[in-house]
């Protein structure tokens, strides 16, 4: 029988609640499996644990949905769950566990965002009882794979030296592409400076509009994670502290000292969100904006994408080529330097590497331009 007082979900809900539905019934068969294969008495006690709870999940939606006279069928894993199993059982667990953090750590997220969200009283209980039970299946999985902090908040950033050293690089490439393939359709300095010139604007509006794009959606997803922790604390302060606890631990504090500090932390909800936002989530206070994300992407786009046009203001045929080729390449080898930085690759590998790059782009490109010139142009 439905609830009187309740509205009766959409179709749209009702999708939603299967999809949960069906991530339960995946996760109990996996946990199952897995518990089947592991040797080690304590792995095996957390596993078989986690598939008995993952049933209790299965039962409490299947519940749910009956109640809004859903009609279910038999449920059963999905092919991908059965495709992890055969991978477990063929090779090992340890991919397939970490594949099973990162799904709770997902359910984690929608379960918050679904109580959030939901106008159902029966929906948002259930919303919140699994969230802190998936939050604990994180720290159970965490023990079994060896990894720290809540795998639900991604907040990684590449920093604004990449975004110049990546932009002057893509800018450098690019354009040196098109003047090659423009200096093999057609002799005309003018024809190449001006052809370098529109792809030099082109190339620095275009990285530069996507490193606006990309710190404001960055923005947004350190909004959105720091939203979700203070959720957390609100509704699953026991885990939090506990989470707390185990970050002073690994500095070096006694399990007491850890408690107590944690305690104190948590009985203040402001300071506790302040203390996992630069603990845990690893989010400092940002000191540039998107739009000057932006304007810095673009210009170093604009500054790497001239460098093969520049010395056709100054030169004509082909000292203007040679000149334009030599800083080009010059310049390929300086950025690959750079990138080692980012990638921890040895700087003249790097180097050479990124000169290989520009040269076989310029290749192509002149290729290109000559076969246009010839086939398509030529008379």
Known sequence: ????????????????WKHHLQDEVDASFLYGVFASLESEPRRKEILSELAEVENRHVLRWQEMLTTYNVTLKKQQPTARARLIAWYARRFDTAFPLSQMLNAEANEVKDYLTLYKNSTLADAKETALILAKESAMHTESLQELTGTSDEPWHKTESGGMLGNVVYGFNDGLTANFGLVAGVIAA????????????????????????????????????YE??????????????????????????????????????????????????EEKIREELKIVTSHTTPLKEGWITGLSTAIGAFIPVGPFLFAEGAIAIWVAFSLAMLSHFAVGAARSLFTGRGLIRSGLDMFVVGLGVAGVGYLVGGLLERFVFGK
Request: proline share 6%; aromatic share 2%; charged share 25%.
């Open 1 to 16: 029988m439905q609830h009187p007082k309740q509205p009766t979900p959409d179709l749209k809900t009702l999708k939603i």
């Open 186 to 221: 057609t002799p005309e300095s003018s024809i190449i400076l001006v052809t370098g010139i529109v792809g030099t604007v082109a190339d620095a509006l275009s990285m530069g509009a996507s490193g606006y794009l990309a710190a404001k959606s960055e923005q947004e997803v």
């Open 224 to 273: 959105h994670e720091i939203e979700v922790e203070r959720e957390e604390i609100r509704l699953m302060p026991d885990i939090e502290e506990d989470e707390l606890a185990l970050i002073y631990q690994t500095r070096g504090m006694t399990k007491e000292q850890a408690r107590t500090l944690a305690q104190e932390i948590m009985s203040n909800p402001e300071l506790a969100l």
